[in-house]
């Protein structure tokens, strides 16, 4: 490994020794909000002769089928709080946990409407002693909202199937996320249709009123969270492009100011959602990191060059109006449980982790950045990470993938290695981003190392 190491022999000492993640959630609340559904959904269910029909013509799909189209629904409302923004998630979890969840989810709610359409349609078809294709046309024809209902379930099949990997390694981002939104018009279109002959909700104003309390419920957070607030924010603070630096090749810093800064509830190591509203651009807005601590005037980003965006931004021009959706993530400092913290940058990676050293409340020695770039070249913020370390009392190590003329280093997170250079690893939080190999490679190598999982903390830069 190439270093650069610098610690002085002192700095304050100033942090607390544990801090929480900012939110009163726990795991469990959430565990209980979704188990009571469970059980309120199958209480209603058989409360309106859920079983009582099992012994009937066809009896058995039908249950199976109301079972899964009421407990499909509920996942897809599930879903679509689990992306609503909403902060007791998004700072308990962090965007990318909920956005993993919110993918299985998304499958597991597609899986159970089709079983919903499949088993309903044989079920009333064995009951009316009628073939598939007709109890379809009496369904599609004859029941009321069923056709807008089966125009919403075509919506969130194909969310789900250009949600399947291979499918969306070939579209662009914006197609995807394009495709995304139909999943709300399949979620409304397919309303109606419940309440309208579910024979949970038919007579029972009780069950009614609770799903309508559901779907509002979720239509609230969403709305509250991913638009109002948003658009609230950007007329309060007002954000513009007041600086651009060059840091690198294909990589630049962008400063953004604006009104009230102070009131935003930022820390080193979260990420917004930018939307410059330039005519061509407003409309998509990208996540990045904060690069820097924030200081309650400014907001800096660092964007390396990896689209059409990202490029275009190397050469945005000052004074440009930005929207900044956030802040999110639990990539944070508070994460900690640990008083040492170890931190991990690869490439671009550095941008959350360079927020974290500058802003983290730790004293002298309690903080070591482990920094990998494919070359000295590519490695930005050398000389503000250096400076960092040096009035801190941190630790700094750099290392190249490819240095100049020597073998590239396949694995730079060998357990050994890692000891070498912070033998007290397994007693310290390690906060790591980077590339998709990088996290995997340090992630392997730290728990080969003896850090426990829960002091491990993966930021991937991907959606
Ligand atoms: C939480 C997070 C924090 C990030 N922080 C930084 C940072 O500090 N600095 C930096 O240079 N890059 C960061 N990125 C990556 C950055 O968002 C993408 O490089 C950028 O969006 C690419 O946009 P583009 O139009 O230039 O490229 P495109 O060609 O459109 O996309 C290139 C790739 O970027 C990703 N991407 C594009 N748009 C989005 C989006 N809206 N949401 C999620 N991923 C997207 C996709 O994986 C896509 O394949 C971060 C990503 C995430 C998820």
């Not at 609770?210 to 509250?224: M, N």
């Not at 390396?304 to 400092?333: H, N």
Request: hydrophobic residues 50%.
């Amino acid at each position: 490994m190439t270093d650069l190491l610098a610690r002085p022999p002192s700095a304050p000492a100033t942090a607390p020794a544990r801090s929480r993640t900012g939110t009163g959630l726990s795991g469990l609340d959430l565990a209980a909000v979704v188990l009571v559904n469970l059980g309120v959904i199958a209480g209603m269910w058989v409360r309106h002769g859920g079983t009582d029909q099992l012994r009937t013509p066809g009896g058995t799909w039908t249950a199976v089928g109301q079972l899964a189209g009421l407990y499909g629904a509920f996942a897809i409302l599930s879903q679509i709080v689990l992306i609503s923004r909403v902060p007791w998630l998004e700072r308990r979890y962090g965007m990318d946990t909920l956005n993993h969840w919110h993918r299985w989810g998304g499958f597991t709610a597609t899986w159970l409407l089709l079983t919903h359409v499949v088993a309903i349609t044989l079920g009333y078809a064995a009951g009316n002693r009628s073939s598939v294709v007709h109890q379809l046309d009496q369904f599609l024809f004859h029941y009321p909202d069923v056709l807008a209902a089966m125009v919403g379930f075509a919506a969130i099949l194909a969310v789900a199937i250009t949600s399947i990997r291979a499918a969306r390694r070939s579209l662009r981002y914006e197609t995807w996320w394009f495709i995304h939104l139909y999943a709300y018009l399949g979620v409304i279109l397919a309303f109606a249709h419940q309440l309208a002959n579910g024979a949970d909700f038919i007579d029972d104003p009780w069950a009614r009123a609770y799903w309508v309390a559901l779907f509002a419920g979720a239509a609230t957070l969403v709305l509250g969270w991913r638009w109002i607030e948003p658009a609230w924010r950007a007329v309060r603070h007002q954000l513009r492009v007041v600086a651009v630096r060059s840091e690198g090749p294909d990589v630049v810093t962008l400063v953004l100011a604006g009104r009230r800064l102070d009131r935003l509830p930022a820390q080193g190591g979260q990420f917004f959602l930018l939307r410059f509203m330039q005519r061509d651009r407003w409309y998509k807005a990208h996540p990045f990191s904060l690069s820097a601590a924030p200081d309650g005037r400014t907001l800096r980003f660092t964007v390396k060059a990896l689209g059409d965006d990202s490029a275009a931004l190397q050469s945005i021009a000052v004074a440009t109006r930005v929207m900044a959706e956030g802040p999110y993530g639990a990539f944070t400092a508070a994460k900690a449980t640990r008083r040492k913290v170890a931190l991990i940058g690869g490439g671009i990676g550095i941008t959350p982790i360079r927020s974290i050293f500058e802003g983290i409340e730790r004293g002298p020695g309690e903080v070591s950045l482990l920094y990998r770039a494919r070359d000295r070249e590519q490695a930005v913020f050398q000389e503000d990470l250096a400076a960092i370390a040096q009035r801190r009392g941190f630790d700094l190590k750099i290392s190249y993938s490819r240095p100049f003329g020597r073998p590239l280093d396949a694995d730079p997170f060998r357990p050994d290695d890692l000891l070498a250079v912070i033998p007290d690893l397994a007693e310290r939080d390690v906060f790591v981003c980077g590339p998709p190999s990088l996290l995997s490679a340090a992630a392997s190598g730290l728990r080969k190392a003896h850090v426990p999982h829960a002091q491990i903390h993966l930021e991937r830069f991907d959606y």
